[in-house]
């Protein structure tokens, strides 16, 4: 028989990859405390993929306190707490054994989708365990699509013409790019999508992008990943990557700030997305979270969800009650109460309203899933199958060696400020940091050419003085070990040299610009710029904004890391965003490890 | 002003008899049925008939579970840990089957006791009108993504496994030995291509792209598709494919106590559209052929 076709099920053998990873498409946030107090009532924590947070912990408001929360046995709390569906996964595989650091044990767990449960069983059957995830019933679906702006599209003709992964490797192939299509000032045709490893969006398009390259919509083998036709093909889709990362919204939000500039069809010409991060973009909320103080406001340029014409996967979303010995019955009989809530059709409205498609049927899908926002609530028409468990594990490996290369330089701040404590057992920032860097080594492949500069006031006798190259450019593969060595021998010494060090960095980067491989810096700094000889951040900005426009450019991104409290966040966040890159925030220094990860996950 | 007040003791009056009739029936809770071992009557459920089984809740102690999961543990067990088996058929009747083989003595020495009926359907495109489970075989083994509940774990699954083998024969009355290579081949076409779900017809209309078709009861899918939106079901047709196949929900028996329930149960299956049971032929394969059939599915 065929296996349900939902969205990767085979996430476990992927998942044993990861010891820790963010997955999802949007950022993760904490459980914080948005809902206020439980009073005695007992809690039921849920631990909910970061995309749908902001619904379910609306859902928890109105639900808390509500005469659904009285129960005879006492009165519930729901606690929603965004958690990425692997790291969950990971946790739940293994007991949950860190509440600290990874969110409390939950009662309930709504996945991004429900072949993670199968996931966590798996393991768990692994270990002579019983299975802890029951079969749930989807509460709200969104399928994997092709974004593109709208002129792109139309200049593929779409939707009149169907479009597939294949046509997408044609155009990326093509060094004639979109001028193939009438359109040579678009340049060339850049692909934005997320690392397998670490995203559902980015393990999705992995899937389909290998159906399309052998034809089939299910049934995907060991031979067919083998064939030189397909590794010829994913090595020309991968070679049209921006870049690839964690999450989906930095590529919205990048393109969204191009957008607003008149820049958008620049910086990418297509992202690997879910249906519903194309109604928040086109509705003005790029990252489908609105901060405070923020309005939606529509791009100049919409997007439109191409549905892939080889076929798609689907998010599904789940909502798990565990089959766990810490679940008591009353917090199962409130969770089941929970679960009915959000499936009651004034409740399916809002999920509607959020962009998902309802799980409940008796609730029409409509407004905002309708042509005017660049979705087509006829759409998809195929699904794509879940391909076996040794399948998937060898798309995987294949993906470590067909990704685009990298070529990236590691800016480190060394200023006297990393030599403060962090922790209660005498650790210092630049302790927390080293480890997290040398850990993070690992995520690199060996062809990866990897360079380590270090960044602070006088730090050198002769000129320029404010850096120091300890490790020059070279293939990690050769190399890992002597950067290692370097970062371990790393101290902190004066003040911080910012806009030098990144002028120079990035300077140096155009020079020897890769045209074949993700151009990157990954700068770390606990600072702000404190060198009074160059206090010029306009002009650095405008230097490093111009040189990733046009045809001709040669894009070298900038991710910033702040690192501790006292991180000049914005300053970082603004020379991120000129390079079309992100801004990771570390202001816990304790989460320096996790933060890493993600940046790594971009090459 | 009089008016009001006349209200006011209208509704005084109506409370206090709600009052009186709760107390009524708190008192009637307490001399609920006693089954075999003196204990609360036990009564597990079939989950496809969990709307016959909720309003016996707190009267008798009530387990739901699929039909296949029960007949599993009931082949081989020395103690049904059950006084009552709300189940379809032919499953009882495939757990003493079962057992007979293996030389245990039968659970079930009463003859169960038909409480509704309802039909095996199709929720599909109106092109399939007219297509026999044979043709839907044919059809599934192609390009038509036919959803059903697994065939071999789940009580429905094994109802459509020998609704459509019957399909193939032609009528039920084949035996194991009637099993040639053309039918091996046309089985392992569509069964190995079946897209299986715990629920086929949600998942149908949850997005077309997952299924073309789905196998549900003929009372489930009736109300599923009267409460969903137009939009959900646009295009497609409730059909019956022939030989049109009817499923019975049966009580049967292990113990005492459960004489009142028959007729409960077959109320609330009548309320959720099942039809009372009219004495004719299910037209379904002996219990050994479907129990022969569930292995080569498994």
């Given at each position: 028989m065929r296996r349900p076709v939902g969205v990767l099920l085979l996430f476990a053998l992927l998942v044993a990859l990861l010891a820790a990873c963010s997955d999802d498409d949007a950022p993760s946030g904490g459980a914080g405390p948005l809902l206020g107090d439980p009073g005695d009532c007992a809690v039921i924590d849920i631990a909910v993929s970061s995309e749908k947070i902001a619904l379910l912990q609306d859902f928890a408001a109105d639900f808390n306190g509500s005469d659904r929360a009285e129960l005879d046995d006492g009165c519930v709390f729901v606690n929603p707490y965004s958690k990425s569906s692997g790291g969950a996964a990971t946790q739940l595989g293994l007991g949950w054994p860190d509440e600290e650091g990874e969110g409390p044990r939950p009662e309930v767990w709504s996945p991004a989708a429900s072949s993670w449960g199968a996931v966590v069983n798996q393991r768990l059957a692994d270990r002579g365990e019983a299975p802890i995830v029951p079969d749930s019933e989807p509460f709200m679906l969104t399928p994997l699509v092709i974004a593109m702006p709208k002129p792109m599209a139309d200049a593929l003709g779409y939707p009149e013409t169907p479009v597939g992964f294949a046509d997408i490797l044609e155009l990326a192939r093509d060094p004639e790019g979109w001028g193939k299509y009438g359109h040579p000032e678009w340049g060339p045709f850049r692909l934005g999508k997320t690392n397998p490893n670490f995203s559902t969006s980015g393990l999705s398009a992995l899937i389909a992008q290998y159906y399309a390259a052998v034809g089939k919509t299910e049934g995907l083998s060991l031979e067919d990943l083998a064939r030189p036709d397909v590794i010829d093909f994913a090595r020309g889709i991968e070679s049209s990557v921006v870049h690839y990362g964690d999450t989906t919204p930095t590529f919205l939000n990048n393109l969204y700030r191009n957008d607003a500039r008149g820049a958008s069809l620049t910086y990418v010409s297509a992202v690997a997305v879910e249906e519903v991060s194309v109604i928040s973009y086109n509705a003005g909320n790029p990252d489908g979270v609105l901060d405070p103080g923020e309005e939606p406001r529509p791009p100049r340029v919409p997007l439109v969800a191409v549905y892939p014409e080889e076929g798609t996967l689907f998010s599904d979303n789940p909502f798990i009650i565990l089959d766990a010995d810490w679940v008591t019955d009353l917090q199962r009989e409130g969770a089941e109460r929970f679960g009915d809530f959000i499936q009651e059709p004034e409740n399916q409205e809002r999920v509607l309203e959020f962009g998902f498609r309802p799980g409940n049927t008796a609730v029409p899908i409509a407004d905002p899933i309708v042509r005017a926002n660049g979705v087509d609530p006829a759409q998809p028409t195929r699904t794509l199958e879940v391909p076996a468990p040794a399948v998937m594990v060898e798309a995987l490996a294949r993906w470590d060696a067909q990704r685009k290369p990298a070529k990236v330089l590691l800016l480190v701040d060394v200023s006297g400020s990393m030599g403060d404590f962090a922790t209660s057992d005498g650790q210092t920032k630049l302790d927390l940091a080293k480890q997290a860097a040398i850990e993070a080594l690992d995520q690199f492949k060996d062809e990866d050419e990897v360079g380590l500069r270090i960044f602070s006031t006088g730090l050198a006798g002769t000129e320029p003085s404010d850096y120091v190259d300890l490790v020059p450019f070279g293939p990690i593969g050769e190399q890992r070990e002597l950067l290692a060595s370097r970062i371990r021998s790393l101290v902190p010494t004066q003040g911080t040299p910012l806009y030098t060090a990144v002028r120079d960095s990035y300077r140096s980067m155009q020079d020897d610009y890769a045209a074949d491989r993700i151009n990157a810096i990954v700068l770390l700094s606990d600072g702000q710029n404190e060198d009074p000889r160059n206090s010029d951040l306009q002009g650095l900005l405008t230097e490093l904004g111009s040189a990733n426009e046009g045809q001709a450019s040669r894009p070298v991104r900038l991710f910033a890391i702040a690192y501790g409290d006292g991180a000049d966040t914005i300053t970082l966040g603004q020379l991120a965003e000129a390079t079309n890159a992100a801004l990771y925030n570390a202001s816990d220094p304790a989460s320096i490890r996790r933060v890493f990860t993600s940046v790594i996950s971009n090459f | 002003m009089k008016r009001l007040f006349a209200a006011v003791i209208a509704i005084a009056l109506i409370v206090g008899a709600a009052i009186a009739r709760s107390v009524l029936d708190d008192d009637g809770a307490s001399s609920a049925p006693v089954g075999s071992g003196g204990d609360a009557v036990r009564v597990v459920c079939a989950d496809l008939l969990r709307v016959a089984c909720a309003g016996l809740e707190g009267d008798v102690e009530v387990t739901y579970e699929d039909a296949a999961v029960t007949a599993d543990r009931l082949a081989t067990a020395t103690d049904p840990e059950l006084d009552a088996w709300v189940a379809p058929m032919p499953w009882p009747a495939m757990v003493d089957d079962t057992r007979a083989r293996a030389g245990a003595n039968p659970l079930f020495s009463e003859q169960p006791r038909p409480l509704a009926r309802t039909r095996l359907a199709v929720v599909g495109p109106d092109d399939l009108e007219g297509c026999g489970w044979r043709c839907l075989g044919d059809r599934a083994a192609g390009e038509l993504k036919l959803g059903s509940r697994p065939l071999a774990t789940s009580g429905i699954g094994v109802l459509t496994l020998a609704a459509a083998v019957t399909g193939w024969f032609d009528g039920p009355t084949f035996a194991t030995n009637d099993f040639d290579p053309d039918f091996e081949r046309w089985l392992g076409g569509w069964s190995r291509r079946l897209e299986v779900s715990p629920d086929p017809l949600t998942r149908l209309l949850q997005a077309r792209a997952f299924l073309d078709a789905a196998v549900e009861l003929e009372a489930t899918a009736e109300a599923t598709l009267a409460a969903a939106s137009p939009d959900r079901i646009a295009g497609l047709t409730l059909l019956y494919p022939a030989p049109v196949a009817t499923v019975e929900a049966v009580l049967v028996s292990t113990g005492a106590g459960t004489d009142d329930l028959a007729d409960r149960l077959a109320s609330a299956l009548e309320a959720a559209g099942w039809r009372a049971p009219d004495?004719?032929?299910?037209?379904?394969?002996s219990p050994g052929v479907i129990v022969a059939l569930r292995s080569k599915v498994r």
């Open positions: - | 004495g004719q032929s299910l037209e379904l394969p």
